[in-house]
């Protein structure tokens, strides 16, 4: 059987070795070998282990070099001092590429288990044996099978979303958080110590990735600044690159030190970095979440006038201020737009200039959709965000509400998908009482519709303003960029 | 029987009448007296209407000279046009305060609807009947059994919490969401568009209150400056003024404008303000929650050197760049702390610096305990935060690590409540699928048991550091002004 190329081995092996599982599934090499085999992993797995004759109802082998045919891919959880034995064993049986989850190297800062890092560098290199990790959990990819070790739970649907991070327990948490939001994945590599494979090696791959056309980022530190940013500027042309780099500050700074071994840079040279790549700029995993997402639904170009729609109480005070604040205008609609509106709405409560307040949560629903349809049609008007308070769950008669409320939420669904413009949907999260989690279900069933209907939902208005402020920033870099490129100017900045 | 005094019927009401109640459980009117008697207002409930000869089981009264005996409090929600007329009866039946529900006033900006709220003003003034409205929900008091109207499911156990608010959506939502979060209130007033009653007044009885230990506003504009901020000042020296000013951008400005006629100002004049009181300045529902919460839990004072301690994970990484972020600090622990926390910590993938890393999520929970009274008896650390991911939710063999983890998000409860230092618990929110209601069922379980401990939990450590910043600022005004004061020296800042 021909070997295979390097990336393919890794995302998409025929065969894979699982050296260090054994019979305690609270071992890590055991617990990657049960979530591949629940998750699903399409190739033939051998667990390697010098004792068990069967784990997990796979047969066992003692040695690599009995297992029959080809391994495409090793993952190697056995204890670090015993790591660099394996990785060579691993070479001699011709895996192309090795998977190492095990911690101890240059993330405790200790001499000996840096220069155990080394010696796994070295026998890479001499022995061509490519290496993600130490100190990682791996690689998820729906379309193979492939899963990160507390990855059982992710989903099975391929997207067209890549994410690459430094942190184990970042990748893991981003692929099932990201779930629920619906959004799906092409790759995703948990890289942690970069001995050899480096984010940039994975960013230069993803480039090229007919299957991924959004990349997300969790960075501690990186290995070469200046290459590292020459392929987010590239790369950001054609695919928005997305990052969350931590450790800009002292704390933090420590924290990557231990967690990774990574080195943090200064402040300014991340500051200057953001705007010569025009990489969008996230600041927590909730962040990075909401911004996928804006960039994984929104197609269209969309500017920085925002109309808010609110369903009466205040809404529309607190939503202006929040786009307000994060730089994003509220503008006055046309006169035209507000006579038209004012057709629609209540006398009394409501009103027809921006934000529109519907005046109370019981609007007709197909008023509701026209009064979207009709500020959408405004040309002061980029996008629009409309924000719905699950009110019926609190009141007597909910049925009588509730059913009404169901038809109201659907409005902006189906408005949303025929719109020239943008359109956003705020469905307040509902209380955190133990005995209000129906209301939550109910939340959740209305968030899955939307994500049906590819219309991005938030549970508040801050997060709404932040993703979409994203989206905007991306846009405006490029078409910045291309001015620039037409006029031949060079660029703004320089580190 | 005697009259009682202004704020004793607003509060404590014996009797009350609701006019403008009718068959129709769609209206206003009606929706309130529902809601009343499913709260179980203690006192006797009058519904007048000149039709219905009895309205949800209770008399109905064509007019308010019917009512045999003492009226305390009206709440009148009839037309626009019929207020009027009303609060003159009401007068006459010697009401000694009238809650108006109804819009359409000053708050629709026509000259007639500006014209019928003075006219109110003036009834209010000649005739003696003191006004809370127009334009607004009314009062939550749970002492006395009165609510909000759409407040039947808020909580009847009463705590020292009082909260002012223009907005009657943002009053209800408020209560709605705090009570999950184990916040009980003293009282709560939406006032609107504050034609009679205004923000102040209700400050200066609050002030006296008993009841109330903290006091949380919603502001869209005041009546007086100079006399709001006087009190304010006053107040905020005995008990935490937090306050959330909506509309100091130009959208939100018109917001407000529609919506209770108030006049937003300049965004410097309430720089000046907060900058002049020390009141806690807070941007949105959720951050007002929070900050109550944290002012309600935390007793002992605190300062900005925090000991970040996460279950692995990296969380410690972007926990500490979330501190370092918002102007705390993440200081290197003394040499004995660290050594003391090397004897607790597994010697591989854990850091026993701040951020103290516990390496992985299956620590021992007397072990995590221990490590938290260690970090706390650093003279370092002012507060600590601790970070737990609830992981085992997404694994094979849930129950066999769901009972350990139980255990061990126990420890920080149990070893919270007897440490001399505060200590925050973030429980990560949990993902937003369908299938993993469970997991949200749990995480709300947990949250309540903290609740229960009187120690704050938050779902994203962004959130745990902003409470922790407003609440750390206020204490750090506390002391300079009593600093202050024992100098004689005049104040740093005037408007």
Same mark, same amino acid.
């Given at each position: ?149 507390? !990855?059982?739970?992710? #989903? @099975?649907?391929?997207?067209?979303? +890549? *994410?690459?991070? =430094?942190? %184990? ?91 990774? !071994?990574?080195?943090? #840079? @200064?402040?300014?040279?991340?500051? +200057? *970095?953001?705007? =010569?790549? %025009? ?217």
């Amino acid at each position: 059987m021909e070997k295979l190329g390097k990336f393919e081995a890794i995302f998409y092996p025929k065969s894979l070795a699982v050296i260090g599982a054994s019979a305690d599934i609270t071992k890590f090499g055991t617990h990657t070998l049960n979530t591949l085999i629940k998750f699903g992993f399409k190739g033939r797995i051998y667990p390697v282990n010098p004792h068990a004759g069967e784990i997990l109802g796979l047969k066992s082998y003692a040695d690599l070099k009995d297992i029959p045919g080809c391994v495409d891919l090793a993952l190697i959880a056995v204890p670090a001092p015993a790591v660099p034995r394996v990785l060579e064993d691993c070479a001699a049986r011709s895996i192309g590429v090795a998977v190492i989850n095990t911690s101890g190297f240059s993330e405790t800062g200790e001499e000996e288990c840096v220069k155990l890092e080394r010696e796994i560098a070295k026998i890479s290199k001499e022995k061509g044996i490519r290496v993600i990790g130490p100190n990682c959990f791996g690689v998820y990819c729906p379309a193979s099978g492939l899963t990160l070790p507390p !990855g059982e739970y992710y #989903s @099975r649907e391929s997207g067209n979303v +890549a *994410f690459l991070s =430094q942190s %184990g327990g970042y990748a893991d948490r981003f692929c099932r958080d990201a779930k629920g939001w619906g959004i799906r994945f092409s790759k995703v590599v948990s890289y942690g110590n970069a001995c050899d494979l480096n984010e940039t090696d994975f960013l230069e791959y993803l480039a090229e990735d007919q299957e991924t056309k959004i990349i997300g980022m969790y960075i501690e530190g990186v290995k070469s600044g200046q290459r590292f940013l020459q392929t987010v500027k590239e790369i950001n042309q054609k695919k928005p690159v997305i990052i969350w780099k931590v450790g800009l500050d002292e704390g933090g700074r420590r924290a990557i030190a231990s967690h990774t !071994g990574a080195l943090g #840079s @200064r402040k300014e040279i991340w500051e +200057a *970095f953001f705007k =010569q790549t %025009g990489a969008v700029r996230v600041n927590s995993l909730e962040e990075l979440i909401d911004t996928v997402l804006i960039f994984q639904h929104l197609r269209v170009p969309c500017g920085r006038r925002i109309a808010i729609i609110g369903t009466g109480g205040g809404s529309g005070v607190d939503s202006a201020d929040a786009c307000e604040r994060a730089g994003l205008s509220v503008p006055v609609l046309s006169t035209k737009t507000v006579e038209q509106l004012r057709m629609l709405l209540p006398p009394v409560g409501a009103s027809a200039q921006n934000p529109i307040d519907l005046g109370n949560p019981w609007t007709s629903p197909s008023d509701y959709k026209k009064i979207i349809e009709t500020a959408s049609l405004d040309p002061q008007i980029d996008a629009l965000v409309t924000v719905v308070w699950q009110l019926p769950f609190f009141y007597s008669r909910r049925e009588l509400f509730w059913s009404f409320f169901q038809k109201l939420v659907e409005a902006p669904a189906a408005v949303g998908k025929y719109l020239r413009k943008p359109l956003i949907m705020v469905l307040c999260a509902t209380p955190t009482e133990a005995e209000m989690l129906e209301a939550e279900n109910e939340w959740r069933k209305i968030k899955d519709r939307y994500v049906a209907a590819g219309i991005p939902l938030y549970p508040t208005i801050e997060r709404a303003v932040k993703a979409t402020v994203n989206f905007i920033a991306y846009q405006e870099y490029e078409k910045r960029t291309k001015a620039r490129a037409l006029l031949h100017c060079p660029p703004r900045w320089s580190i």
